[in-house]
């Protein structure tokens, strides 16, 4: 079967590649360029989940965002911006992207009742798409409104970094998502 | 001097936009608070954009004839500082601030910033407007509301067996009045300190036929029913039948002349009575049953008392088959037994009509003939019927011919 492993922190980066390079399989491990530059850690601790595991990034009760890589970071800060409205948000990470981890999504899911799959890529089809569709067809008794997806935009990324802001999503624009989200 | 906006209010649950009607303040204007200053049109009403405190007109934006989206700026007031402190309205200023967020600048130290997205030696700035890829959510027009019940309100209500008419006591705090899960639970919390017993299965039966009865659209319509006749009669008989015998054989007779009051709507189709079986309401304990007496038209009174004191007798003591039960083209209930002069009783789902009898009542008469009041025992006598196939003229009808046959008792 095929890996893809998308680490949001410099612990799963670190171990994921170590479990990856473990496995059989063929694996494909997407280091998010711009995360080097940010992301740093002092330490990292041994203790680390199993490939295949998604993690809890922000615990939550109003709505779930399901996020791989950068847009982790992204929907913590949304999340964050909303704690200040009153909002719960939980953030999950995906951490790997293939599997996908269906069990601690339904379980998010469960506990907050609305969905927002986050992606950094284009919406066709993407990572997206299948955590929504998953959700759907496993999960439609949890779900207090439609499953949404928020991604960049169906168009090639522009150069500019003005231009490239308002094409991918940012935590203003995951917060207005996620503010129509929790209006239905 | 501090300016206040005027925004198109959101006036009614579904208005997302109204038009212009007339202006009816100009600029200059003094205003003060909660003054019609716009009247606008809805789909639905005229109604009037009101101020938010006192000022004057600085601008007005809005045309006449021209519609606006709910939030739309329709134009400007002066207000002191005072008012604003004392109102605590937004000005223009105020809600510019919130809208466009302070711009970065520069290399900017702050965590807020998408750092770890700059390119290296760029005064990198937070883009202006962002403009989601998510619209807002599409929401049917039947969704919206107090009655949107979602996937997982529905399933929770599954686990407790719950149905819609069980949460009509809930308070929805959801989006347009909708109960939600939370909202569900806490009064299920609430009713855990009330004293509770479990309903019975004779109750919950009841509940539930009552409850799919009244999906329909039903009406009541009554007459004056003299009854010396009738109780004339049966005070000479022996064995003495009840005063409903005399009611179920008026009813059965004048249904076989007007058989279509007792037609039953299923999607397009009318089914009409094949036989002319009429349900009788014995009330037994915690609940109500209704025996079915067959073939009512065709039998005279003396025939249907036997079969009749049966099956009230079997009723008491639940011995009622199902059989017994099935197949009724319509009900009589008889609720003058409790004393009561009216009601509107509601008929069985599968039926269309319900005849209900009021108890007897001593009453002056006016007597065309005497040319004086008589006294007279007179009872009321109701009709409910589903409105979808019945209507008041058929009602009339049919208990008109009721009320006739009843001062014949003697051809029942």
Not at chain 1, 69 to 90: C, K, P
Request: aromatic fraction near 6%.
């Amino acid at each position: 079967m095929l890996i893809v492993l998308t680490p949001a922190t410099v612990a799963d980066a670190y171990h994921m590649l170590i479990d990856g390079v473990a496995l059989n399989d063929p694996v494909v491990y997407c280091e998010h360029k711009f995360l080097y530059r940010w992301l740093k850690a002092k330490s990292i601790n041994n203790e680390h989940l199993p490939i295949g595991q998604a993690r809890i990034a922000r615990p939550g009760k109003h709505a779930t965002v399901v996020a791989y890589s950068a847009m982790v970071h992204e929907a913590v800060r949304a999340a964050d911006r909303l704690q200040s409205d009153g909002w719960e948000i939980e953030v999950v990470d995906l951490r790997s992207v293939k599997p996908l981890d269906l069990d601690t999504i339904l379980a998010s899911v469960a506990r907050t009742g609305r969905l927002l799959a986050l992606g950094e890529a284009f919406p066709w089809g993407g990572v997206t798409a299948e955590v929504v569709s998953l959700v759907s067809e496993h999960g439609f008794h949890l779900l207090d409104a439609p499953p949404q997806r928020l991604n960049a935009r169906d168009t090639p990324i522009p150069y500019h970094p003005k231009l490239w802001a308002s094409h991918r999503p940012t935590p203003e624009s995951i917060c207005e998502a996620l503010r129509h989200l929790l209006a239905f | 001097m501090p300016t206040v906006p005027i925004l198109m209010p959101q006036l009614g649950e579904s208005i997302a936009e109204a038009t212009i009607v007339r202006l009816q303040v100009a600029v200059g204007d003094t205003v003060r608070a909660d003054q019609d200053i716009i009247e606008v049109e809805t789909n639905k009403a005229i109604m009037s954009v009101t101020t938010l405190c006192n000022g004057t007109v600085a601008e007005i934006r809005a045309k006449e004839g021209v519609s606006y989206s709910v939030g739309s700026l329709l134009g400007l007031l002066d207000v002191t500082a005072e008012e604003i402190v004392r109102t605590g309205v937004e000005t223009l200023e105020s809600l510019e601030a919130k809208r466009n967020p302070p711009k970065l600048s520069g290399t900017s130290q702050d965590s807020d910033a998408n750092v770890h997205f700059a390119l290296e030696d760029d005064g990198y700035e937070e883009a202006p407007a962002v403009v989601p890829s998510v619209k807002g959510l599409p929401v049917p027009i039947g969704v919206m509301g107090a009655h949107y019940i979602s996937p997982r309100m529905r399933a929770r209500m599954d686990d407790l067996g719950l149905r819609e008419a069980d949460i009509s006591a809930v308070v929805g705090t959801g989006a347009g009045g909708r109960v939600t899960v939370e909202d569900l639970e806490g009064f299920l919390d609430y009713l855990e300190a009330w004293p509770s017993s479990h309903a019975s299965s004779m109750r919950l039966a009841v509940a539930d036929a009552m409850r799919r009865s009244w999906t329909r659209p039903l009406a009541t319509v009554g007459l004056p029913l003299l009854l010396d006749r009738a109780i004339d009669h049966r005070s000479r008989q022996n064995p003495t039948p009840g005063l409903t015998l005399y009611l179920l054989r008026a009813f059965a007779l004048a249904l076989s002349e007007l058989p279509a009051t007792a037609g039953y709507l299923i999607g397009e189709k009318i089914v009409h009575p094949r036989s002319f079986d009429i349900g009788v309401a014995v009330q037994v304990k915690d609940g109500v049953v209704v025996p079915v007496v067959r073939k009512v038209n065709r039998k005279p009174l003396v025939e249907l008392i036997d079969e009749y004191a049966d099956l009230v007798a079997r009723a008491r003591q639940r011995r009622l088959t199902e059989a017994d039960c099935k197949g009724g083209i319509a009900t009589v209930t008889n609720f003058g037994t409790f004393g009561l002069t009216s009601g509107t009783p509601i008929p069985l789902p599968n039926e269309t009509i319900i005849l209900g009898l009021g108890a007897g009542v001593k009453r002056p008469i006016w007597s065309e003939q005497v040319g004086a009041f008589l006294p007279a025992t007179e009872a009321s006598i109701v009709l409910t019927f589903d409105h979808r196939v019945v209507d008041g003229g058929g009602a009339g009808v049919l208990l008109n011919r009721v009320a006739a046959l009843m001062q014949n008792p003697q051809a029942l």
